[in-house]
């Protein structure tokens, strides 16, 4: 291993142990799960504990799109609006099952898991999931984060 | 005024015109036919004694293949009147012929019909004649056909980006 990488290495894991406790989110909020986000968000399960405390409503100051809520193919191209409006670099979660197979609304109106008009990093199923499984994703997202090469 | 009075004072008043009635879970339903459906309307919103102010829900059914409905009109209107003055409520229904799905428009009765209407129209594809703005309501203009007509294909997805079905 030459000095460079030996640089490049060190200054990925900085870059990564800072990210992954500075996630500013943009909560794409269309159903039911709002109710679960919410609860997570508040103070009882805090998730500001693992730095993802302030949500920036506008996506070109967020880092990681939460998707919560059914997205019917009306909704997608706004979805994927807002995707494309956000900086580099950017993650997505899946919040619930709708988000990450259409769940029970297999019909007409519902696009049949987000990962069909953008990338997915994290799935957090249930109907809605629980506090404890959305902070489970939000960890596993950190982990993601974390590792590997960063882009700067 | 009861169920059956409502009825039968409706009976009264256009006598043939009424083609039936029924009480389903005490749901008090009158059957008329699309030409005098209007004047029927009309009356409940105009009568003293009905005074049904209030255009509590307006919907359509595809009897496509219902049993035992195979030589009725395909689809029905149907209209659910409250009065808040009486507090009592009726149900008004009418058949729509397939090839001819025209219904006249209840807006000038009850503004709520304008919203209701172009969401029968989105649904089940039920023109309603003089409607002043028949879009569709609920779902994009790209959509092709009318989803809750039973002949819509269930797989059938119509999504604006993204792989289709």
């Known amino acids: ?152 | 005024m009861q169920g059956p009075d409502i009825l039968a004072r409706l009976q009264e008043r256009f006598g043939a015109a009424v083609l039936a009635t029924h009480a389903e879970h005490g749901d008090h339903t009158l059957l008329v036919g699309l030409g005098t459906l209007l004047e029927v309307l009309r009356f409940c919103r105009d009568d003293a004694a009905l005074q049904f102010d209030m255009l509590m829900d307006l919907t359509a059914v595809d009897y496509l293949t219902y049993p035992g409905r195979e030589d009725t009109p395909r689809f029905e209107v149907v209209y659910h009147l409250y009065s808040v003055p009486h507090n009592h409520r009726v149900r008004i229904k009418a058949g729509v012929e397939e090839d001819a799905p025209v219904v006249p428009t209840a807006v000038p009765l009850w503004p709520i019909a304008n919203w209701l209407e172009r969401e029968v129209w989105d649904m089940y594809g039920l023109r309603f004649a003089e409607h002043p703005d028949l879009r569709r309501l609920l779902l994009y203009e790209q959509f092709e056909g009318h989803p809750l007509r039973k002949d819509y294909p269930v797989t059938r997805r119509q999504p604006l980006i993204g792989p289709r079905n």
């Open chain 1, 1 to 152: 291993m030459g000095v460079a990488d030996f640089f490049t290495t060190k200054l990925d894991a900085a870059l990564g142990w800072a990210r992954k406790y500075s996630i500013f989110q943009y909560p794409f909020v269309t159903a039911c799960c709002g109710m679960e986000y919410m609860a997570t968000a508040c103070s009882h399960y805090d998730v500001d504990r693992f730095g993802a405390g302030l949500p920036r409503f506008s996506p070109r100051q967020a880092d990681v799109l939460f998707v919560v809520g059914t997205i019917s193919h009306k909704m997608a191209p706004v979805l994927r609006r807002v995707y494309d409006q956000m900086t580099e670099p950017k993650w997505v979660v899946a919040f619930g099952v709708c988000t990450c197979t259409g769940g029970f609304y297999d019909n007409y109106a519902t696009v049949q898991g987000i990962d069909t008009i953008l990338p997915v990093d994290v799935y957090i199923p249930g109907c809605p999931p629980r506090p404890e499984s959305v902070l489970d994703g939000l960890m596993k997202l950190q982990d993601k984060i974390a590792v590997g090469r960063q882009r700067y």
